[in-house]
């Protein structure tokens, strides 16, 4: 079974008890919590007929005709890229400068998830204030600054710090970049799963660029990842100049 084998493993890999009991306790909340929605998510209405493949296609014509939603899908895809590239292959950067073993890569990059618990609401609240226009292009431009903080080699110390920041850096745009796909008009189902298309397929995508840009070494893999997201962020500032509070939602749908 894959729980007594996950929890060999990090037995194995010298995982303190308390990590241990962390993860069992987290999952049986989870189970326990999976038993609690499932009644209310069986009384919900459901269609009796379940929609035609081709009515579910044309959906996605309410959406990508628009020039808005286009280049809302392509900043999606092109950013999963750059902070997929990078963060992917930091479990290796960290065994390969510094020597670390899986629990100590596991627990330098715990800071990933620091930004959004601590910041998520203030980034939400300065978007829903000033507009996305700036808060996204700022969001790239800080991932363009950690990656080229990583091809200086830094201590490890301020790898840790980066990291942190490059966290910033992702819930400064893809939380914005998700709130736009949902203003936009047309489906917004379709809209949803386009968007989820653009981010997990250019996380994959983005992995296999920097593998290949290792041919290089680190620093020059970091230093091509860094530019780009430098350049990204003045692409952004552009795309989204007219890009404010609930401005797509004013407008009329198409009928």
């Excluded at 308390?18 to 609690?36: E, H, P, R, V």
Aim: charged letters at 10%; hydrophobic letters at 55%.
């Amino acid at each position: 079974m894959p729980e007594p084998s996950s929890a060999i493993a990090l037995v194995h890999a010298g995982a303190p008890r308390w990590m241990l009991a962390s993860i069992c306790g987290a999952a049986y909340l989870l189970f326990a919590q999976t038993f609690m929605i499932a009644p209310l998510i069986s009384r919900r209405p459901r269609p009796s007929v379940a929609p035609a493949w081709s009515a579910i296609a044309s959906r996605y014509a309410t959406v990508l005709p628009f020039a808005c939603a286009r280049r809302t899908y392509a900043y999606v895809f092109l950013n999963a890229i750059l902070q997929a590239g990078v963060f992917t292959w930091l479990g290796f950067y960290l065994h390969q400068q510094f020597g670390l073993s899986e629990t100590g890569i596991g627990l330098v990059l715990l800071g990933y998830g620091i930004p959004g618990l601590l910041f998520g609401p203030v980034i939400g609240k300065l978007a829903d204030r000033y507009g996305r226009a700036s808060i996204s292009p700022a969001g790239a431009a800080l991932t363009g600054v950690c990656a080229l903080a990583l091809w200086l080699l830094p201590p490890l110390l301020s790898v840790q710090i980066v990291i942190i920041l490059l966290s910033l850096g992702f819930d400064r745009t893809d939380p914005q970049l998700a709130a736009i796909a949902t203003d936009l008009r047309g489906s917004k189902g379709q809209a949803v799963a386009l968007m989820a298309f653009s981010l997990f397929t250019g996380f994959g995508l983005g992995s296999l660029l920097f593998q290949a840009a290792l041919i290089l070494g680190f620093s020059a893999a970091f230093d091509l990842f860094g530019a780009t997201a430098l350049v990204t962020a003045g692409v952004a500032v552009a795309l989204f100049r007219h890009e404010c509070p609930n401005m797509l939602q004013s407008l009329p749908h198409p009928r």
